[in-house]
């Protein structure tokens, strides 16, 4: 499922093209693959803070057994790397002849720092994440966590003296789902039956969802050219529309109400669309229990005791592209295509 597309960005330079057209092209492959993968979560340009440190990852996937962070470079002509790690790449080419070089930053060594700060999150937030197991709180030991560096189809690479364990992980674009399935290793669409052999410890379907909305959540978004007109021609504090969905519970509805949430703890999370739940088949709006099951999240009406599904036309735009998410006891339908979230009372 692809949780997050690239954001556009206004590029001037040659070099900013390159690399924004290079991340797009990674988008494509990784959404070609994996849209309608329930087991695995993509999250474009993914920035984040944490510990008063900022990071970006150009890609994000989160699958049953863990993570894997994709860089993306731009690299069209030769690239080199030698036993210690250090990186080249050709700036002209004369007669078939290179005989220019410069040296680069190693994208590997980028990817792992982002990659630890993100550990690191995840592990200070692991209690509100995860579900309890046998009334302890899970955390993320023992996941798997793998990085990636996806260079452009064209780019040249000297694989002969380059360390292995680069070149396992250097991978030009058209060859990296064939890549991520690999390292990712999924076994099927049910987990239970096709994981008994496996040894690896792995996230549950809720768990899945909840670890995509919390990452989600945490995501800064760019400021637009339109958000700074705005906060300059206004005199008074606005609160400006949220930029990422705001967990709460949804469900097949009968009424909808804008509310003010409770408590604000930041300016932007404006209002929340409420949205009333009620049973298809009696009407029954409060005597019901929230469920997971092979269709996804639905409601269990106990005065009839039939299901009604979680899944439904955003109120907001009527568009059907929605997906319901669930924290700890919160649910949310999301719509994705004008970005609302909307809580289920």
Same mark, same amino acid.
């Given at each position: 499922?692809?949780?997050?597309?690239? +954001?556009?960005?206004?590029?001037?330079?040659?070099?900013?093209?390159?690399?924004?057209q290079?991340?797009?092209?990674?988008?494509?492959?990784?959404?070609?693959?994996?849209? *309608?993968? &329930?087991?695995?979560?993509?999250?474009? %340009?993914?920035?984040?803070?944490?510990? *008063?440190?900022?990071?970006? !990852? *150009?890609?994000?996937?989160? @699958?049953?057994?863990?993570?894997?962070? !994709?860089?993306?470079?731009?690299?069209?002509?030769h690239?080199?790397?030698?036993?210690?790690?250090?990186?080249?790449?050709?700036?002209?080419?004369?007669?078939?002849?290179? %005989?220019?070089?410069?040296?680069?930053a190693?994208?590997?060594?980028?990817?792992?720092?982002?990659?630890?700060?993100?550990?690191?999150?995840?592990?200070?937030?692991?209690?509100?994440?995860?579900?309890?197991m046998?009334?302890?709180?899970?955390?993320?030991?023992?996941?798997?966590?793998?990085?990636?560096?996806? $260079?452009?189809s064209?780019?040249? !690479?000297?694989?002969?003296?380059?360390?292995?364990?680069?070149? *396992?992980?250097?991978?030009?674009?058209?060859?990296? $789902?064939?890549?991520?399935?690999? $390292?990712?290793n999924?076994?099927?669409?049910?987990?239970?039956?096709a994981?008994?052999?496996? +040894?690896? &410890?792995?996230f549950?379907?809720?768990?899945?969802?909840?670890?995509?909305?919390?990452?989600?959540?945490?995501?800064?978004?760019?400021?637009?050219?339109?958000?700074?007109?705005?906060?300059v021609?206004?005199?008074?504090?606005?609160?400006?529309?949220?930029?990422?969905?705001?967990?709460?519970? &949804?469900?097949?509805?009968?009424?909808?109400?804008?509310?003010?949430?409770?408590?604000?703890?930041?300016? %932007?999370?404006?209002? !929340?669309?409420q949205?009333?739940?009620?049973?298809?088949?009696? =009407?029954?709006?409060?005597?019901?229990? &929230?469920?997971? =099951?092979?269709?996804? @999240?639905?409601?269990?009406?106990?005065?009839? +005791?039939?299901?009604t599904?979680?899944?439904?036309?955003?109120?907001?735009?009527?568009?059907?592209?929605?997906?319901?998410?669930?924290?700890?006891?919160?649910?949310?339908?999301?719509?994705?295509?004008? =970005?609302?979230?909307?809580?289920?009372?």
């Amino acid at each position: 499922m692809i949780l997050k597309t690239k +954001t556009p960005q206004n590029a001037q330079s040659a070099q900013a093209i390159a690399g924004q057209q290079q991340e797009q092209n990674v988008a494509f492959f990784l959404r070609r693959a994996y849209k *309608d993968h &329930p087991q695995v979560l993509v999250i474009n %340009d993914f920035k984040f803070r944490f510990n *008063d440190e900022v990071a970006q !990852i *150009d890609h994000l996937i989160v @699958y049953s057994y863990g993570f894997v962070l !994709i860089e993306s470079k731009s690299i069209r002509g030769h690239v080199k790397v030698n036993q210690q790690g250090e990186w080249t790449r050709s700036l002209s080419t004369y007669q078939g002849k290179t %005989d220019k070089w410069q040296g680069m930053a190693s994208p590997i060594k980028q990817v792992e720092l982002q990659q630890a700060l993100l550990h690191q999150l995840l592990k200070h937030n692991s209690g509100e994440i995860l579900e309890k197991m046998f009334g302890l709180n899970q955390g993320f030991g023992g996941r798997c966590w793998h990085h990636l560096c996806a $260079v452009s189809s064209d780019a040249i !690479i000297d694989r002969k003296s380059m360390p292995k364990a680069v070149s *396992d992980k250097l991978i030009k674009s058209e060859f990296l $789902v064939e890549k991520l399935n690999k $390292v990712m290793n999924l076994k099927g669409k049910y987990l239970r039956l096709a994981y008994l052999a496996d +040894t690896r &410890p792995f996230f549950n379907q809720e768990e899945l969802e909840s670890i995509g909305s919390f990452l989600i959540k945490q995501h800064i978004a760019p400021k637009t050219a339109a958000t700074e007109t705005s906060k300059v021609a206004t005199s008074e504090t606005t609160v400006p529309l949220a930029t990422t969905p705001l967990t709460s519970t &949804p469900i097949v509805m009968a009424s909808v109400a804008i509310t003010e949430p409770a408590q604000q703890e930041e300016a %932007d999370k404006s209002q !929340i669309i409420q949205i009333v739940l009620r049973c298809k088949h009696c =009407g029954e709006s409060t005597n019901y229990t &929230p469920m997971y =099951g092979k269709f996804g @999240y639905y409601i269990h009406c106990k005065q009839c +005791t039939k299901n009604t599904p979680m899944k439904q036309a955003c109120p907001q735009c009527s568009s059907k592209n929605t997906r319901v998410q669930k924290q700890q006891e919160i649910y949310t339908l999301n719509c994705q295509e004008c =970005g609302c979230g909307q809580r289920v009372v």
